[in-house]
């Protein structure tokens, strides 16, 4: 036989009873042997509770009660609920006239939406030539008398039931009323709440089934709340001591009460979806599984309190005052953490108790107030208990740094010394946030990496295509999923925290809308989005100043903009210290050589001890695009620069690189990743740009390009025969000194030379160090160029997402 449950949700009016129907309509139409269980409909036991609450204050419940009456019958005429509706009347009048009850009275009211609920699919199967037979568990289950929560006399109601079955057997489907029972006296007891399952259990164990069936309005047990995390898993086989594990943090079919008669038997137990019949739902069986099952789960109308004091340090006794002083209140603590110091003892207690534990204790603890020992105590009420169930301390250093990378810091945590459950105290407004990064973590499901682009020019622009041409490519072989959910320009903001796709720059026309930093940072934190990267592809001076913000609200950072590295020496530290105090990175590899591995290589030989002695070489790709054809080909000068500029190799305001201020900004980047304490102003820079036409624009100066032609070609013919021009940065001197010599010049090199060999728009860098003497180690290739630069800043993008 097996033992079908259906929950409230299952039996709820519309398309719950037509579904539960089937079921058992399609179960006895394949002669399967099926012993039925309901629990109320709908939220009955909670609206008979409400309407007790109303009776016994005296005040109009009369309404909600006929409310209740005409739901549970309506569509159902065929089904005479009279005798239920009058217990029910005469039951709510009484507590009225009174203004008290009983815990007996209550579960006379409660059990009636168990009775009402058996009847009502009683007689809907009856009407569809099913033999059904409404089986009052009140005459079978028989319990102590601790009305409310009793117990059942197994003896007693095992033979009851085998009585029962022996009788109503073979083609008959009993529909057996969930949740209430009867003790010895014949009044009605109820089970406690998920008493329901417990009767179903009860009935599994004593008739020997071969599977129970709880259906339920979910597909099965998740490795976290669906509708929390969305990329939580069904778990589809655990065992029942893994159940046990989960059953306190939510999981309430999984309760201790309602397995250990499964488990004595060795029945199985199958989670299932009432609305989804494909699905085979979660399978509890005794097997254990092989690697273990981990889950997250939530407890939320929690409240945290935190006794603290000096004087408690050494002090025998006090966890004892604490936990016996709520103990006589009824008040249970579920989470608790003390410091080896003793001076603090932080728990965690149903909400809507924490006030009336708070004054328990300061009464408790009233004389140690006076003396001072105890300092104070304090209630936060906006928290959430994360359990972690599944988990040890042996891999917990993951989470937990992917916690604080997020900017979540846990106000407890603590573990179990046997068995496998770590907990954690959040804050609720970063429960959704906190949930996803260690789902992520735990399950090794694809990191989520939420990415603000800021500039869609000619860099930004393209990044956001390579991004989205390979991130499905990047999820499979990497499990980090990247999702753009901002993409702005200096005025307008396309935000979608589902992520942009390839319509974006449509998008961007049709529904950009301004913005300001803060509505970005709020939008991500509305959104609860995890793993935030902002990246800067403008050359905006004024966007920088944004980034102190975005750091401090958990961004991490990534420029091609080469700006915030090159204002003074103060900002640059400021930032530093902001990103060390918000554990937050910046990674800017592009801000030289585009997309060359040009910083990261400089950091770690400077890290490692090596001493760098110089730094040479042709830093700018469109000078040196602009130097090497101008110097080899006959074409005017104007018209290579246009080239260089029509090609993306220049800044957006192409000045930038003719007067040497780009090339200026690379040396003085590469000079600070040695620690030198160089402002823009130290360094000599040759400017390319004649005098007058150093005003205005940058559209008069492009209308003027010719103008330089005659100022070049004469600088070309005055060269050595073969020589070439080349545009160089040089960082010289003393390097261990605070500041060292930095020069941006044009030079004639001979056309032989590691310099004069350079073509197209290959940046070179020679980098000379104590250990390489002579040879410095070089580093060659493209050294600007849309595709290049934006490749890089998704190098440091996916560096960042794996550091995490
Ligand atoms: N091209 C290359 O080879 C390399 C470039 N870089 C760097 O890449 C960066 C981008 O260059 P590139 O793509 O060529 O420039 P573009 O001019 O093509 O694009 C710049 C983008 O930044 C936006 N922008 C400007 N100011 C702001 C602001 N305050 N807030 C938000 N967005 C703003 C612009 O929007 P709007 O249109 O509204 O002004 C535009 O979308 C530069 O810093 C450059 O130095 C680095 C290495 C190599
Ligand atoms: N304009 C720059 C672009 C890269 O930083 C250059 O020419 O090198």
């Known amino acids: 036989m097996k ?163 022996q009788k109503y057997n073979g083609d008959t489907v009993n529909i057996v009323t969930g949740f209430i029972a009867s003790n010895t006296k014949n009044e009605t007891t109820t089970l406690g709440r998920n008493g329901s399952n417990y009767t179903a259990s009860l009935l599994a164990n004593y008739l020997e089934a071969e599977e129970l069936q709880s259906f339920t309005h979910v597909n099965g047990i998740y490795t976290a709340n669906p509708d929390l995390v969305p990329e939580a898993k069904k778990i589809e086989k655990l065992s029942f001591t ?10 309430n079919i999984l309760h201790a009460k309602t397995i250990i008669p499964l488990i004595e038997k060795n029945i199985p137990l199958r989670i299932l979806n009432t609305f989804d019949h494909e699905n085979q739902g979660t399978l509890i069986t005794g097997e254990a599984s092989e690697k273990g099952i981990k889950s997250l789960s939530v407890l939320e109308n929690v409240a945290l309190i935190n006794l603290e004091g000096r004087g408690l340090l050494g002090r025998v006794g006090v966890d004892a005052r604490i936990f016996k002083a709520l103990a006589n209140k009824n008040i249970s603590v579920s989470i608790i953490s003390q410091g080896s110091s003793e001076r603090g003892i932080g728990f965690v207690v149903e909400a809507d108790k924490a006030k009336e534990a708070k004054s328990i204790l300061e009464q408790e603890f009233e004389s140690d107030f006076y003396k001072r020992d105890v300092s104070g105590i304090t209630i936060e009420e906006a928290v959430s208990v994360i359990s972690i169930i599944g988990q040890d301390l042996s891999t917990f250093h993951k989470p937990y740094n992917a916690l604080i990378k997020n900017q979540v810091v846990p106000l407890l945590f603590n573990n179990t010394v046997t068995g496998k459950n770590v907990s954690l105290v959040v804050r609720k407004e970063q429960l959704h946030r906190a949930l996803n990064v260690i789902h992520g973590e735990i399950f090794e499901i694809s990191k989520k990496i939420n990415v603000a682009i800021f500039g869609h020019g000619l860099v930004g622009g393209t990044l956001v295509d390579q991004i989205l041409k390979s991130r499905e490519q990047i999820e499979s072989r990497k499990k980090i999923k990247l999702n753009i959910f901002a993409i702005a320009n200096s005025s307008k903001i396309l935000l979608n925290a589902n992520g942009v796709d390839q319509n974006w720059k449509n998008d961007i026309t049709k529904k950009g809308v301004s913005y300001t930093i803060n509505e970005v940072i709020k939008f991500a934190d509305d959104n609860h989005l995890e793993n935030l990267i902002a990246i800067d592809n403008t050359a905006s001076q004024k966007f920088t100043e944004n980034y102190i913000s975005l750091v401090e609200s958990g961004f991490d950072l990534v420029s091609s903009n080469k700006v915030a590295n090159t204002l003074s020496f103060d900002f640059y530290k400021k930032i530093r210290i902001k990103l060390e105090e918000n554990q937050k990175q910046y990674l800017y590899e592009t801000n030289v050589g585009a997309g060359l591995p040009l910083i990261d290589t400089i950091k770690l030989l400077h890290l490692s001890g090596e001493n760098i002695t110089r730094i040479k070489g042709v830093f700018s790709g469109s000078l040196s695009y602009l130097f090497n054809t101008f110097s080899v080909e006959e074409r005017p000068f104007s018209e290579v620069l246009q080239e260089a500029i029509d090609k993306g190799y220049t800044e957006p305001d192409p000045r930038e690189d003719l007067c040497g201020n780009d090339v200026g900004r690379k040396l003085l980047i590469l000079a600070r990743e040695l620690d030198l304490s160089n402002e823009f102003e130290d360094i000599n820079i040759h400017n390319l740009i004649p005098e007058p036409l150093r005003k205005g624009e940058s559209k008069e100066f492009l209308e003027k390009l010719t103008e330089l032609d005659k100022v070049y070609e004469k600088v070309k013919q005055e060269q050595n025969p073969d020589h070439v021009l080349r545009y160089i940065g040089d960082l010289w001197g003393d390097l261990s000194q605070e500041k060292g010599n930095l020069d941006v010049k044009l030079v004639s090199v001979p056309k032989s030379s590691a310099l004069g060999q350079v073509k197209g728009s290959d940046s070179i860098f020679e980098i000379y160090t104590e250990s390489y003497g002579d040879q410095p180690i070089v580093i060659q290739g493209a050294g600007a160029g849309a595709a290049v630069t934006a490749r890089g800043v998704f190098g440091d993008i996916l560096r960042l997402a794996e550091r995490g």
């Open 3 to 165: 033992i079908l449950k259906f929950g409230g949700k299952s039996l709820a009016n519309g398309k719950g009873i037509e579904a539960v129907i089937n079921i058992i309509e399609n179960k006895v139409k394949n002669r399967e042997d099926i012993t039925v269980v309901l629990s109320a409909r709908g939220n009955a036991t909670d609206e008979l509770e409400e309407i007790l609450d109303k009776a016994v204050k005296n005040q109009e419940y009369q309404g909600q009660l006929e409310a209740f009456k005409e739901y549970q019958a309506s569509d159902f005429s065929g089904v005479d609920f009279t005798k239920e509706f009058e217990t029910l009347d005469k039951l709510f009048e009484g507590v009225s006239l009174l203004g008290d009850y009983s815990k007996r009275i209550k579960d006379q009211i409660l059990s009636q939406g168990e009775v009402i609920s058996a009847k009502l699919i009683t007689q809907i199967l009856k009407e569809k030539n099913i033999k059904a037979h409404f089986t009052d568990s009140r005459e079978l289950i028989i319990t102590d008398g601790q009305f409310g929560d009793a117990q059942p006399l197994d003896k007693l109601s095992k033979e009851n039931v085998i009585n029962h079955f």
């Open 242 to 251: 893994e159940a046990n594990e989960l059953a306190y943090f939510g999981a």
